[in-house]
């Protein structure tokens, strides 16, 4: 493999039959320092286990056991979605009163000192109380659950993907995600509320599926035959795409988003179920949400954000606008670029300096008073004053030097939640900000937002990018129709605020298919879609071109083998021999229990599958023997548990006999082999493994390419591909790691080099 750049690296080789790669990559040649707290990862076992005992229970479920089956995926999919969409009514009604409280009083605080001087209490003021709802939300995050930092869609994209991220889907997770984002919002940081939901959604999808909490120790012996990740994964696609849902107030916009960036494995009934629940989240929002404001059955608040309607008769576009908006795209495309090329520094910087827990803390509220010091500044040194009309009714409108009457323009964009700013931007006639208030509002807000994004505090960067866009999208309105002022009209501001957000947001995520369908569902107004859909294709390509997309970065900084959809382009000469590992441990049928547990205990190695072969002979440990199936670590955890073998080879006493009950009771969380005591006496007693393993496991020949080999992989949601030559004899295994540590660089296709721990 001479043509193969050598060129990444991480920093631990487990296989999965070992998948432990928790240290961080050294990237383009530079070493990253690992991160302080590393956390083991594994794949999930995606491809269901086919032994005796799942076809013995498949035969006897009659098939209105099956159809009681499918009822149940749908009540489940049902409950996803009613309680995503009150988590999301919770987190919007207390991120507006939390956010409407501190607004009052800073409100009323300046508008006590404009008169008599001394606003420099007001600055103070104002910092206070962003830095002691960041505080908690900060504290929560880094101390209590360090994984519900961020927006959790990295994470939820590695699960759908098949990487076990630990805690990633567990209650106490939720819970902090849930608090740390409306301290987050509440706290002014340049985030929003909307990425959060995704993983929330998730979560709770994973919960619900299980019938059981494992953080609470309640099982409700319920949904036990979905106790395995085939079917938790499908349910996680659901709750991620109502997660979406509720945020946005779209429904097929979340279907789309969890098949582009999260599902490997699609069907036409899984579609159906995820957008059912999509549906049903929007709609539970959609409901609570009219009852608080007072209007029940007034359903107009499909999700968090609300875009507000374009109407097409006001701002319709023209087609030689077309060309103007695809040079907006290939605008949000090297922003998008430069925001991702600065945040990677940033988290390298973090990885480096910033991980102990107190720390993250005091960057949280060192970045908290920055931001109010910022907004105070910029509002203060605004002279952008437009006049309070009727239709500009702002509940926080800040007149402070401005004339009666008259409000200032930039605390519109600062002194306010981010879902009203963008609002405002989108909506206001024009003429309500002046081109100086927007460009430096866009200045600032990208560098804090950028520098915000990272921080150990639960939050979304879709607002913020969105925000940041609709800021210069509208600028660049005003200035086109500053070129043509006989008729201004076609360059309508609010029109370009939209084209400018969705460009942003795309050159910094790098969504294409759902992001469209997002917007144009959040617009209510379908005349937008082929321009969004050119905007976000160009933001795509442009940003590509220099620096991939925020959630990718962030995962490959995380050090997780993701499978992208394809393999590397130039593989084809790369085959199944050259990328499997290889020598592999192997079990026979009828195992010595010591022998298993010296395996099992063997940190260095760290093996998760082994295949299972005819009786190994010590005289021909250097000839591979014929395969017979495949057993999991986990499912030897549970034999050894439950003791489930004989004291000698041949002896005609029957063995415990297992049921799959006992596998899904020990599901997800299996003991590790640490804590099994095996006795001296059991350690010489035999384990037959024939009723337990999978003997009919995936194989491929050792010629076989490695684009074959990788779709096989990731199609099938395989966790181990047993490479066998042509007599079927094990030689090699390929796993997850394998495959992902080729990839096509700069310098053709590059080999990240897995260093030994």
């Known amino acids: ?350 990885i480096r300096y910033v991980h102990r827990p107190c720390l993250q803390v005091m960057e949280a509220l060192l970045v908290a008073a920055v931001t109010a010091a910022v907004s105070f500044t910029m509002i203060y040194f605004s002279n952008d004053c437009q006049p309070l009309g009727p239709e500009r009714n702002e509940e926080y409108s800040l007149q402070l030097f401005c004339a009666d009457g008259e409000y200032n323009s930039m605390a519109t964009a600062f002194f306010n939640t981010p879902e009203r700013s963008v609002r405002s931007l989108f909506h206001y006639q024009p003429g309500s900000y002046n081109p100086m208030t927007l460009g430096l509002f866009t200045l600032t807000y990208f560098f804090l937002a950028c520098w915000t994004y990272g921080l150990a505090v639960s939050a979304g960067v879709f607002i913020p990018s969105l925000l940041i866009g609709a800021a210069w999208g509208r600028l660049c309105g005003i200035l086109l129709a500053s070129f043509t002022p006989t008729s201004p009209i076609w360059a309508d501001p609010g029109k370009y605020a939209l084209i400018g957000a969705a460009a942003q947001l795309g050159g910094i995520v790098r969504m294409t298919l759902s992001l469209t369908v997002i917007m144009v569902e959040a617009t209510g107004n379908v005349t937008y879609g082929l321009p969004i859909m050119l905007v976000l294709m160009i933001a795509k390509i442009v940003g590509d071109y220099f620096q991939e997309g925020l959630y990718d970065i962030h995962i490959k900084l995380q050090s997780v083998p993701f499978l992208h959809w394809e393999a590397p382009a130039t593989s084809h000469w790369l085959t199944a021999r050259e990328v499997m590992s290889s020598p592999v441990t192997c079990f026979n049928r009828i195992e010595k229990v010591g022998t298993i547990v010296d395996v099992l205990s063997n940190t260095s190695t760290n093996h998760n599958g082994f295949p299972v072969v005819s009786r190994l002979e010590l005289t021909q440990e250097k000839n591979p023997a014929k395969l017979c199936g495949l057993i999991l670590r986990s499912q030897l955890i549970v034999l050894l548990k439950h003791k489930v073998f004989v004291e000698l080879a041949r002896s005609r006493l029957s063995q415990r006999k297992l049921q799959l009950k006992d596998f899904r009771d020990a599901y997800p969380r299996f003991p590790p082999i640490q804590s099994i005591h095996v006795s001296q006496d059991e350690r010489e007693c035999m384990m037959d493994l024939t009723e337990f393993m999978n003997p009919t496991p995936y194989t491929v020949p050792q010629d076989t390419s490695l684009p074959r080999v990788f779709k096989l992989f990731r199609a099938l949601g395989l966790r181990h591909l047993v490479v066998a030559d042509d007599v079927n004899r094990v030689i090699g295994l390929v796993t997850r790691k394998d495959l992902a540590r080729y990839h096509l660089g700069k310098h053709g296709l590059e080999e990240l080099q897995l260093a030994q721990t």
């Open 1 to 350: 493999m001479a043509n193969i750049t050598k060129k990444v690296s991480w920093s631990s080789r487990g296989d999965d039959s070992g998948l432990t790669g928790e240290g961080t990559p050294l990237l383009n040649g530079s070493e990253i320092p690992k991160p302080s707290r590393q956390v083991s990862m594994v794949s999930l076992d995606y491809d269901n286990i086919e032994n005796q005992l799942f076809l013995e229970e498949e035969r006897r479920m009659s098939p209105m056991g099956f159809r009681c089956l499918e009822i149940s995926r749908w009540v489940i999919c049902g409950l996803i979605g009613i309680l995503t969409g009150l988590i999301a009514c919770f987190i919007d009604i207390m991120v507006e009163k939390l956010a409407g409280y501190k607004y009052q009083v800073i409100k009323e605080n300046i508008e006590k000192f404009t008169e008599v001087g001394g606003l420099s209490i007001s600055l103070i003021l104002w910092a206070v109380l962003n830095c002691a709802f960041v505080l908690v939300g900060g504290i929560m995050v880094a101390f209590f659950e360090p994984i519900a930092a961020g927006s959790g869609i990295p994470q939820i994209k590695c699960y759908l993907n098949g990487v076990k991220i630990p805690r990633v889907v567990r209650l106490k997770t939720l819970v902090v995600k849930v608090i740390g984002v409306i301290c987050s919002v509440a706290g002014g940081l340049a985030v929003g509320k909307e990425g959060p939901m995704i993983h929330s959604g998730g979560v709770v999808a994973a919960g619900v599926s299980q019938g059981r909490s494992t953080s609470l120790k309640r099982d409700f012996k319920m949904f036990e035959y979905f106790r395995r990740d085939t079917e938790k994964r499908d349910f996680v696609s659901a709750g991620a795409a109502a997660g979406v849902s509720a945020a946005f107030g779209a429904p097929v916009g979340g279907v789309l988003f969890s098949l582009e960036e999260g599902a490997s494995f699609w069907n036409q009934m899984l579609t159906w179920r995820i957008f059912f629940a999509s549906m049903i989240s929007t709609f539970t929002l959609n409901f609570f949400l009219s009852i608080y404001h007072g209007k029940p059955g007034d359903l107009s608040n499909p999700g968090l954000i609300n875009f507000g309607r374009f109407e097409s008769d006001s701002v319709a576009y023209y087609y030689y606008e077309i060309p103007l908006f695809m040079c907006m795209g290939a605008l949000g495309g090297l922003l998008g670029a430069l925001f991702n090329s600065l945040n990677y520094w940033l988290t390298i910087f973090r």
